[in-house]
């Protein structure tokens, strides 16, 4: 309602009244108003005055608290981070697992199929092998039948073309001077480092006899072709023949490996020289296995060691089929060694003189050697030997043939070998036939008559 409405309702006497009301209710409300407001204040003021008092009085606890809380924030959010990168690791690590097993099983499957295709390519090398080998048998076959039959052609018409025909390496060499030369010399040099591996591995393992000998108190007497037990067959005990007699096939079998070995470390040099370890292999098998062999055949030597170890004829003669096999597998296994020696005179090793270096380096001086070592066996009395003794000897000499032929086989078969493109010049060593004679003859002058051992 409007001032001016109240004014003429109210009257002039009411209306100032009214007004003077609604001016004090006005005061009223402005001093109440007035007063809360000092009061909030004050009540403000001492609220802050309050906290900052306690403020001021837990200051370092609150601080500490603060600090703890800090500390327990970082600790919780280092826990969470390691264990987010534990996570990240294991993930990582489950990733790799799941890798390498993805690649197990390609590998599996790979090799599975290797192994298919291998068990394939297999059966088609042993097909081809077997055709091979039976397309070589039959032309093996073919070939024995031509020349027998050209044989029997020879026998029938036999003339003085027949024996040219037979020996025409042989007219070869008798017609042309320069390559008989080179047979002569290439014989000779391997002859002279035949005799002289021998000699060595043979007075090597008698002086080892004769000084353990002296071990038992046996006298002895030191012949060039035997060791002369000059003691009373009651003195002879098992320990004693099993020692004594199987020293010399026992030196001979270390000998020979020792000497193998020599051979494979200087066998693609040219010298001359290492043939002297592949024939002293050679002497070392003989001397082992031939007399095992000729010693359980005649009873001999060797043999006795055996019949002292109480095998019966079945055990001797297994010892005797062993022996056999060995020395021909040995003859197999060194063919390409002897071929390998041919280095010393020529630059390659072909079909074409294969031939050569086979009959003028392995062949001609065994057969030679044998003859040889023989004769030089042949005492000048027979008063401390017997005719059984010095066959036994002849004999185990003869078993290098068990290792030749196969050698001279096996020499056939292998294929062409080149060496180097240096001049080779085929020249005798006389130096090397010079010791062996000297050797041989010192030897049987010194050892002749015989030299005691033990009295």
Do not use: C
């Amino acid at each position: 309602m409007k001032d001016s409405m109240k004014r003429k309702l109210l009257g002039k006497t009411l209306y100032p009244i009214y007004r003077r009301m609604r001016f004090l209710s006005y005061k009223r409300k402005q001093l109440a108003k007035a007063k809360k407001l000092s009061i909030s204040s004050e009540k403000k003021t001492k609220q802050a005055e309050s906290l900052e008092r306690k403020k001021q009085k837990r200051s370092f606890g609150y601080r500490i608290y603060r600090a703890y809380r800090i500390l327990k924030y970082l600790s919780k959010r280092r826990k969470v981070v390691r264990k987010q990168q534990r996570e990240r690791i294991k993930a990582k690590q489950e990733e790799k697992k799941q890798e390498k097993l993805e690649i197990k099983i390609r590998l599996k499957e790979k090799s599975a199929q290797d192994q298919i295709l291998d068990k394939e390519r297999l059966k088609d090398e042993k097909h081809e092998k077997i055709e091979t080998k039976l397309e070589r048998k039959q032309l093996r076959k073919e070939k024995r039948k031509e020349r027998f039959n050209a044989f029997k052609h020879d026998i029938k018409t036999f003339d003085r073309n027949t024996l040219k025909r037979w020996f025409s390496w042989i007219v070869y060499l008798a017609e042309n001077k320069n390559e008989r030369n080179n047979f002569m010399v290439i014989s000779i040099n391997s002859l002279t480092l035949f005799l002289l591996s021998y000699a060595t591995i043979y007075i090597i393992s008698q002086f080892i006899t004769v000084w353990i000998s002296l071990s038992f108190d046996y006298k002895t007497i030191f012949y060039y072709y035997k060791i002369y037990y000059n003691i009373e067959s009651s003195q002879w005990s098992a320990d004693s023949v099993k020692i004594l007699f199987s020293i010399m096939p026992i030196t001979g079998l270390i000998l020979g490996t020792i000497f193998i070995i020599i051979y494979s470390t200087f066998k693609n040099e040219a010298g001359s020289f290492k043939l002297f370890f592949l024939w002293g292999f050679v002497h070392g098998m003989v001397m082992f296995f031939g007399s095992l062999l000729m010693g359980t055949l005649l009873n001999k030597d060797f043999g006795w060691v055996i019949a002292y170890l109480y095998y019966r004829d079945t055990g001797k003669m297994i010892f005797s089929i062993i022996s056999i096999f060995a020395l021909i597998s040995i003859g197999g296994f060194i063919a390409k060694s002897f071929i390998i020696s041919g280095n010393t005179y020529l630059n390659y090793v072909d079909k074409g003189n294969r031939k050569f270096i086979m009959y003028s380096q392995v062949l001609v001086p065994a057969i030679l050697g044998i003859i040889l070592l023989a004769l030089f066996k042949i005492p000048n009395d027979f008063y401390n030997i017997t005719m059984d003794e010095l066959f036994y000897e002849i004999m185990k000499l003869s078993t290098i043939i068990l290792l030749i032929i196969p050698l001279v086989i096996s020499i056939n078969t292998i294929n062409e070998i080149y060496f180097d493109e240096e001049p080779r010049k085929i020249s005798l060593k006389w130096k090397y036939l010079l010791i062996t004679v000297i050797i041989f003859t010192a030897f049987r002058f010194i050892f002749g008559s015989g030299i005691p051992f033990g009295e």
